[in-house]
């Protein structure tokens, strides 16, 4: 699977996501795109919604926050009011990643932001955890024949099957489910990362993460476990506020989650059991057998005479049995290693 020229598989894609962390002020969303780039993100990610998109303006109780969440209190409509990206900023925004050399792509909540992104020939789609049961939108998505990555922050094991079944009802077999824990922050201990291999294994597609718990554990560990896409939401500075500051990363803690999940990448390498030319010099400072005390010509080997040590230069340990009591034929000094021809 390819997204514009970045392979999936061959090295992890790091998006940060924007989100509502811009302000409403185009120069600050410019500026994060910059200092996503210079932390080391691959990909710059935004949404495409508007409060009307999305939702209706009702202050009943269906439409108001509470439970918990950052936002309790307040109604739909005024949260996605504040948190949404103008879309007349999105080409121009588009522009300026791809001239800093970034993938740019978005998550559309309704046909026409997918109509919308269509004209601006996204590479690819992002389907957010809460509209994982919108199946007719994720068959218009998939339909546009580029790669959907598929948030299961609120799924069923189910939900997740008919999202991957809508997709392929299309056509389109690029697919990535991001894990992902819908709670803003996260706790590290719902995490669950085990689940992202075998998510890969049920459905015969991609996996990563889009994660939102604080710091950079997390991400890392999902490198390990086979993530090919990494999302982490990232703010210029948390001093900007707005909705997803709190469980943001700033360029600095960024950057270490970059050098942090190239370097786990690096660890991973591949499987590999090849003699290596360290390997093989390492080796002369692995066991052998050596005399440990004089021995004379006739005397019998024994394990108070002989022992396995280190260096190497001697038998290995594994012929230890072989050669007790077999008579030395001729003196071996202390610190001499055991070979054959001195016994028989």
């Not at 409403?24 to 910059?34: E, G, S, Y």
């Not at 990909?43 to 439970?67: H, M, P, S, V, W």
Request: charged share 25%.
């Amino acid at each position: 699977m390819q997204i514009e020229n970045f392979h999936i598989g061959e090295q992890v894609l790091i998006v940060a996501e924007m989100s509502a962390n811009h302000g409403h002020n185009i120069d600050i969303a410019k500026n994060t795109i910059k200092a996503a780039k210079e932390a080391g993100a691959d990909a710059i990610k935004i949404q495409t919604y508007t409060a009307d998109t999305l939702t209706i303006k009702c202050d009943n109780e269906y439409f108001k926050l509470g439970g918990g969440t950052l936002w309790d209190g307040r109604t739909l409509y005024d949260l996605y009011s504040e948190a949404y990206t103008p879309w007349e900023w999105q080409k121009e925004l588009q522009a300026y990643a791809h001239e800093l050399g970034m993938i740019f792509f978005s998550t559309p909540f309704d046909k026409t932001a997918v109509d919308f992104l269509k004209n601006l020939k996204v590479p690819a789609y992002k389907i957010a955890s809460f509209e994982i049961t919108d199946i007719p939108l994720i068959e218009y998505v998939a339909a546009q024949g580029k790669p959907v990555m598929i948030s299961t922050g609120i799924a069923a094991l189910s939900d997740i099957e008919e999202a991957v079944n809508a997709c392929t009802r299309m056509g389109n077999q690029q697919i990535i489910l991001l894990k992902c824990t819908s709670s803003y922050p996260a706790p590290i201990a719902d995490a669950n990362l085990k689940t992202i291999p075998n998510m890969k294994e049920t459905f015969g597609v991609e996996t990563g993460l889009s994660d939102h718990t604080l710091g950079i554990t997390v991400p890392v560990v999902s490198v390990a476990l086979g993530a090919v896409v990494i999302e982490k939401h990232f703010i210029l500075d948390k001093a900007i506020g707005g909705p997803d500051a709190e469980f943001s990363l700033e360029a600095a803690e960024f950057r270490l989650m970059v050098k942090a999940v190239r370097e786990a990448e690096k660890a991973l390498g591949k499987i590999s059991y090849e003699m290596t030319e360290n390997k093989r010099k390492n080796q002369l400072f692995g066991r052998s057998l050596f005399a440990i005390e004089d021995i004379n010509a006739g005397d019998l080997l024994t394990e108070k005479n002989i022992r396995s040590i280190r260096p190497a230069g001697g038998l290995p340990p594994k012929y230890l049995n072989d050669i007790i009591d077999k008579p030395a034929l001729r003196n071996i000094k202390k610190g001499t290693p055991i070979t054959w021809d001195i016994l028989y």
